[in-house]
Every structure is written in C-alpha cells, then in structure tokens.
C-alpha cells in the first residue's frame, strides 16, 4: 500500500522557520519527481517545491522566494522543506507528493500525504 506520511507542522510566528518532513512507504521514489504543495481552505492546491532525480533541478513557486529550501534523501525515501522567515501568508496545509510532472504539475499518477498545517501568527 502506498502512503506518505508528512510531519513538522505547527504554530509559529511571522519570522520563524519550520522544517516539513515527509516519508514514503510502499515504494520507492526512483526517479519520480517528487514536491511540495500548500492549500488554503477555499482556494486551490499549489505548488510549493519540487525536485527530479532525472536533471537535479529543484524548483520553487514565486513566492518562495529564497526562503524555503526543499530536500531528499532517495535512499530512505524521505523529503523535507525547511521554511526560514515564515510569513502569515503561508499558512496553509502542506502537502507532500510523488510522480508530478515536469514545473511541479499534476499528473493522474500522483500521490498525495495527508497533509500538515503550518500556521503563522502576525
């Protein structure tokens, strides 16, 4: 059975860092391409992060904008996003996914964890 399990959300304040984490059991990342998402009640999934072991390229929405850092560990399957200087626009739930197509889309592969919810207070 494939699951994701995602972990590391919380409570912070505007300024402050979380790091997500996300493992996968039931198979393995390989070359997937593999990411993060944030959903705000109300408003569509979007694309946070992600990466391909394909070409190594890592890619980061807009509003990233050098503050969050994703990462992998493909030999335990594991990934993580670290978000440093959190603002309350990004309070969301995250969610971590596997098998996404190339700029971080959606594909009818894809599978998602069951999400964590990162609130950031003023």
């Known amino acids: 059975d494939v699951q994701l399990q995602a972990s590391g959300g919380g409570l912070v304040q505007a300024g402050g860092s979380l790091r997500l984490s996300c493992a996968a059991s039931g198979f393995t990342f390989d070359d997937r ?19 391909s ?35 309350p626009a990004d309070t969301a739930v995250y969610y971590c996914a596997v098998s996404l197509g190339p700029y971080c889309t959606v594909t009818r592969s894809t599978r998602w964890g069951q999400g964590t919810l990162v609130t950031v207070s003023s």
Do not use: H
């Open 33 to 51: 391409t593999i990411g993060w998402f944030r959903q705000v009640p109300g408003k569509v999934r979007e694309a946070v992060s992600c990466g």
């Open 53 to 87: 072991n394909r070409d190594g390229i890592t890619e980061y929405a807009d509003f990233v904008a050098g503050r969050f850092t994703f990462s992998s560990d493909r030999a335990k399957n594991t990934m993580a996003l670290q978000m440093n200087n959190l603002k």
